[in-house]
């Protein structure tokens, strides 16, 4: 198997990546629940479908979901580059990179288990009510 | 311990110190960190000082709470009670819920975190003192003023979460007055203890002390305070608006004149949730302390409990709604509150997997603290599953508002908060005080206090599920409760019993045998390394950290430490310095001066709370004569105590390294305090800017039709004057760099000039068209806006004038410009709110 390659500027690390996919995760909720109030206090039919919204739902599941994958591989690639392996714990850049990868990764599957949360109410429930 | 030995564990110590040079250093030092003596005392800021008075304030006010608690349990332990009257119950559960939440468990976590924060950190202070000493005392002068109102009957007594309209129509009386502007008051302390201590955390570590070694501690507390940033604000929001409607009858909350109080549940529960996981994660982060120490090995899963606090963090902002399922919101709606608050349950699951994990994998040893973290883990397990339970909204719909609620609430704020915290005082008692607290008086308490928590909570559930609702003072005899009430009411004195043995043991006096030794757990993190009690500079020199547990795995490192062998041994100025590094890698950057004991703090805090205080019984001529009294203080604080500029403009801090003594822009603390505080306060703005949309989605006409808007001119005059000042101040920055004076005062003049403007074409918008803000929930929400835009101009052209006066007093130079970099950096955030104000009140109903 191809060893992942060390990067050669690995201090270029920055906090906000940790908090990346949560945020894609905050953006799906408050998006859809934003959409899915509106629609059911302005616009939804008397029976309550919200159709459109599920659809809506859908593609921003998608997107949200591939936000987060790509920061997922990116954070996979950084936790296995050059030689180290957890807990990362050494007093180097190296390390120190590799365990940003770590928690960006980690981070994101909890925001993509999360994500999918939110959209499967969107697959189960039909109607505002 | 096993241990793998490291390439940086071989690291050489930093060559020695001549001993008699190092005695004169330490003298030196002691010197300019003394603590002031007699009456001064008082003035003093260190966080020594400071986090101690914060944690006995706090703890006070947890036992004032707790009885209030044993006053209700008297009052139901049998049915029909007269003990209490129905208003006095209504009273005291309120501030039952009121003091534990805002003066206990909120409060509590800034003071330990300001008494320990830097110890772990190696830092000799947080890097701004006199903001913890102004917080300590408005937390002081506000939690005083909340609870004092009790003793006179006038109380809130709307419960701690004051729903309208029962607290804008059906309560008279200051009572929720008090609260709104009380506990307002308290949260200022709140949001100055977030900034300090994200400053403290990122910009004040140890250098080396890289992000992936930090202790999980402060990882916690990092994801803590940036909560609080976001929480807090919305709250702030909410009381505003409710103080509006309840003084001045603007009618936010009341439906008939197009109000609704579910907005209010929605800011409220929007701080109120987070909030629960803001009291919770720092009790964790004690554990995740403890559990290392005592299982005398790393925690296991480092990187895990990282995501598990970040991830906590992030989830908590979104389940507010779980709190509103009976509210009649669209069950689709409910749906994604309900998913969103099953899934939080993954992250705390996460973190104590790995506590436990690295209990059995090492070889855990018992004591009190240990014996805390258990059962405290143990019961919130438990109040965790009935979490699981109530979050799924067909049992909210049965259990909603019984003692089911009340059971679980307790079982995970007890068993998440009071006994991790109780664990980190037996754990920390040595480091604080030098005594040891006595392991036997420890494991009694425990006891008595776990049988008593679970004798009283548990058969809350029961009640709950029986039929009890929450908030009686009353059940009749035939609702078949009597029992589990007695039951609950003998347990919750069991549970007194073992906290009064803690209390004991913690106040008695303590003889020489008790002298806590230095590091007396053996622990690994760097807090350990100071003298027990720790001496007022907080650590000798500060060291080079290469591990996550320091003193397990860097030799000789507190001799080193204590011979002054590394950074910053000496005070050779007498001024009080520490080290600011990089947020990522801890690289010096700078040597802090920071400043020393003060009285200004605490005048300020007076005087602020003069404001919230007099504001209350609507004496407005005496609240803003404080207010006036107060921003003169802060201004004379801010003068005398902050970027001032060097006589040594580089300082060699040891080991040969030499760091600047003034930074101005990103790399300074001031700046990252600026940024942190304008998020919160745009965090409450958007609260508002939510309102308007919120009044929009629930109105069939919003605007509605028959009432004027504000137009489209003033709004969008008054944004263009604040671009057009905003420009000149970026120019006037500039101009001063190149040293150009006369244009930069001619720039900031005319800045200042178009600020004014701007406020007042803001204001003109509704006034011109004549908005009556106590009509209708419309003009009412323009109206807040507006004058929250202007105010914050008018804040803006005070900060303008106070640079004007800093250069012309000599104190802003072209190289030493943090106010006016700051002053912009606040002037960004004013222009976006600005943008956003102009937008929704006089363009979005174009569209709408």
């Known amino acids: 198997m191809k060893q992942p390659r060390l990067p050669e500027r690995p201090h270029g690390d920055h906090l906000g990546w940790l908090a990346v996919s949560p945020l894609v995760w905050a953006a799906h909720l408050l998006i859809s629940y934003c959409a899915v109030a509106i629609y059911c206090a302005k616009y939804a039919p008397p029976d309550g479908e919200v159709t459109e919204v599920r659809w809506a739902v859908l593609v921003l599941t998608v997107l949200a979901l591939a936000v987060i994958g790509w920061v997922a591989r990116l954070g996979y690639v950084r936790h296995r580059s050059g030689q180290g392996i957890a807990p990362h ?24 288990v999360a994500t999918l949360f939110t959209a499967l109410v969107f697959f189960m429930m039909e109607t505002c009510h | 311990m096993s241990r793998d030995v490291k390439a940086s564990d071989q690291q050489p ?53 707790g009885c209030l608690a044993l006053l209700m349990r008297v009052q139901l332990a049998f049915p029909d009670s007269s003990f209490l009257s129905a208003d006095q119950y209504n009273q005291v559960f309120t501030m039952h819920g009121s003091v534990m939440m805002f003066l206990f468990a909120v409060p509590i976590l800034e003071a330990i975190s300001i008494l320990l924060i830097p110890q772990m950190m190696g830092a000799r202070d947080l890097p701004f003192p006199r903001l913890s000493a102004y917080g300590f005392w408005c937390f002081l002068i506000g939690g005083v003023f909340v609870c004092g109102s009790l003793f006179f009957g006038a109380a809130p007594r709307g419960g701690w979460f004051m729903y309208p309209p029962m607290t804008t129509q059906y309560q008279d009386g200051v009572g929720a007055d008090i609260w709104l502007l009380g506990l307002s008051f308290i949260e200022i302390a709140s949001i100055a203890a977030a900034i300090e201590l994200i400053v403290g955390v990122l910009k004040c570590r140890p250098p080396g002390m890289r992000l992936n070694l930090i202790p999980l501690y402060a990882w916690y507390i990092l994801v803590v305070a940036a909560m609080i940033l976001f929480a807090f604000p919305p709250l702030i929001a909410g009381d505003l608006l409710m103080e509006l409607e309840r003084a001045l009858d603007w009618p936010f909350f009341d439906p008939g004149r197009g109000g609704d109080p579910i907005y209010w549940q929605h800011l409220f529960w929007i701080f109120g949730h987070p909030e629960v996981y803001i009291v919770f994660l720092p009790s964790i982060a004690l554990v995740a302390m403890i559990v290392p120490t005592f299982a005398k ?7 895990w409990v990282v995501l598990a606090a970040v991830g906590t963090g992030f989830l908590s902002f979104g389940l507010w709604v779980h709190h509103m399922f009976t509210t009649g919101l669209p069950a689709i709606s409910l749906g994604i509150f309900s998913a969103a608050s099953e899934a939080v349950a993954i992250p705390t699951g996460i973190q104590l997997f790995c506590f436990m994990a690295t209990l059995l994998v090492g070889r855990a040893t018992r004591s009190a603290s240990m014996l805390f973290v258990l059962g405290g883990l143990a019961t919130f397990i438990l109040g965790g599953l009935t979490g699981v339970m109530v979050a799924i ?125 230095r590091n007396p757990w053996n622990a690994g993190t760097l807090e350990w390394i100071g003298e027990a009690a720790s001496k007022p ?14 003193l397990w795995d860097q030799p000789n490192l507190m001799r080193d430490v204590d011979e002054g062998r590394y950074y910053l041994p000496d005070a050779e100025e007498g001024f009080r310095e520490t080290l600011v590094t990089s947020a990522v890698d801890a690289v010096p950057l700078q040597c802090l001066r920071v400043p020393g004991p003060t009285f200004l703090t605490l005048w ?24 006036l009294l107060a921003a003169a203080t802060i201004v004379g604080w801010l003068w005398t105590g902050t970027a001032s500029v060097p006589a040594l403009e580089r300082k060699d801090v040891g080991l040969g390294v030499e760091l600047p003594t003034y930074v101005s822009g990103p790399g300074s603390v001031g700046w990252w305090a600026m940024m942190i505080a304008m998020i919160g306060d745009l965090t409450a703005y958007v609260s508002l800017v939510f309102g308007y949309f919120f009044y929009w989605t629930v109105h069939e006409e919003f605007p509605p039709q028959g009432i004027r808007g504000p137009g489209l001119a003033a709004p969008l005059a008054g944004l263009a004057a604040t671009a057009l000042s905003w420009g000149l101040l970026v120019a006037a920055r500039s101009l001063q760099r190149r040293q150009r004076g006369t244009a930069f005062y001619a720039c900031a003049s005319a800045s200042t000039l178009l600020a004014l403007c701007a406020a007042l074409l803001f204001v003109a918008g509704p006034w011109r068209y004549d908005m009556d803000p106590t009509a209708h929930v419309y003009p009412a929400i323009v109206w807040v806006l507006v004058l929250w835009t202007a105010l914050h101009l008018v804040v803006g052209i005070l900060m303008q004038l106070y640079c004007v006066a800093r250069r012309l007093a000599g104190k802003m130079t072209p190289q030493f ?24 009140v006089s363009l979005f109903p174009l569209v709408s």
């Not at chain 2, 250093?25 to 000082?49: C, F, I």
């Not at chain 2, 300020?604 to 001529?621: C, E, K, N, P, S």
């Open chain 1, 89 to 112: 714990d050494h007093d180097t850049e190296e390390d120190r990179h590799r365990f940003f990868g770590l928690a960006t990764f980690f981070l994101s599957l909890l925001s993509g």
């Open chain 2, 13 to 65: 110590s930093p060559p020695p110190v001549d001993a008699a040079v190092a005695k004169q250093q330490a003298m030196r030092l002691l010197k300019a960190w003394e603590t002031p003596k007699g009456w001064r005392y008082w003035s003093a800021v260190n966080n020594t000082e400071v986090g101690l008075w914060y944690t006995i304030c706090a703890f006070t006010f947890f036992l004032f709470g």
């Open chain 2, 297 to 303: 090995m790393p925690m296991v899963g480092y990187t």
């Open chain 2, 393 to 517: 909204a067909p049992f909210d719909d049965q259990a909603h508002d019984t003692y089911f609620i009340v059971g679980h609430l307790h079982y995970v704020l007890i068993g998440g908060t009071i006994f991790p915290i109780i664990a980190g005082v037996y754990y920390f008692y040595p480091l604080v005080s030098g005594k040891m607290l006595s392991e036997r008086l420890g494991t009694i308490s425990f006891w008595t206090m776990l049988v008593g928590f679970h004798v009283t909570f548990f058969p809350m559930h029961l009640a709950g599920l029986w039929g009890m609702p929450r908030r009686i003072y009353l059940y009749p005899e035939d609702l078949g409760v009597e029992g589990v009430n007695l039951i609950s009411t003998v347990g919750a004195f069991v549970l007194a019993a073992g906290l009064l043995v803690f209390l004991w043991d913690v106040i008695r006096p303590k003889g020489r045998s008790e002298k806590a030794d």
């Open chain 2, 537 to 550: 500079w907080g650590i000798r020199s500060i060291p080079i950290i290469r591990s996550r547990y320091p």
């Open chain 2, 604 to 627: 300020a805090a007076v005087f602020t709370g003069g404001v919230f205080i007099f504001g209350t019984y609507h004496w407005y001529w005496a609240a803003g004569s404080c207010g």
């Open chain 2, 817 to 840: 410009d943090a106010d006016v970099v700051n002053v912009t950096l606040y002037w960004h955030f004013l222009l976006l709110m600005s943008l956003m104000t102009a937008l929704t």
